[in-house]
């Protein structure tokens, strides 16, 4: 069955620096595309980042030029490099595939 399992959430200072990861499996990971979302409490969920097979990539506004979402298809993983953080990026972050939606891994933007 397909999972998507993802980490490396935490608290960090403004300015600082996180990268993501969710491990896929259950799908031929290397033929489709994938998304980054996160909800932020009292929030919709939003989409933060996707990356097509190919990997071309798509970014929200509020994260461009500081989030950049890559993938490694021969560990079925894609990930999500944050850097510059601040405080209002904080959020649940999710990663999607088709129609199937990972635990979520917690970020926290505070000093």
């Known amino acids: 069955q397909v999972q998507l399992v993802e980490s490396g959430g935490g608290l960090v200072q403004p300015g600082g620096s996180l990268r993501l990861s969710c491990a896929a499996s259950?799908?031929?990971?290397?033929?489709?595309?994938m998304r980054w979302y996160r909800q932020a409490p009292g929030k919709e969920r939003e989409l933060v980042a996707g990356i097509s097979s190919g990997g071309f990539t798509t970014y929200a506004d509020s994260v461009k030029g500081r989030f950049t979402i890559s993938r490694d298809n021969a560990k079925n993983t894609v990930y999500l490099q944050m850097n510059s953080l601040k405080p209002e990026d904080t959020a649940m972050y999710y990663c999607?595939?088709?129609?199937?939606w990972g635990q979520g891994t917690q970020v926290t933007v505070s000093s």
């Open positions: 259950g799908f031929t990971f290397s033929s489709y595309g």
């Open positions: 999607y595939w088709f129609r199937y």
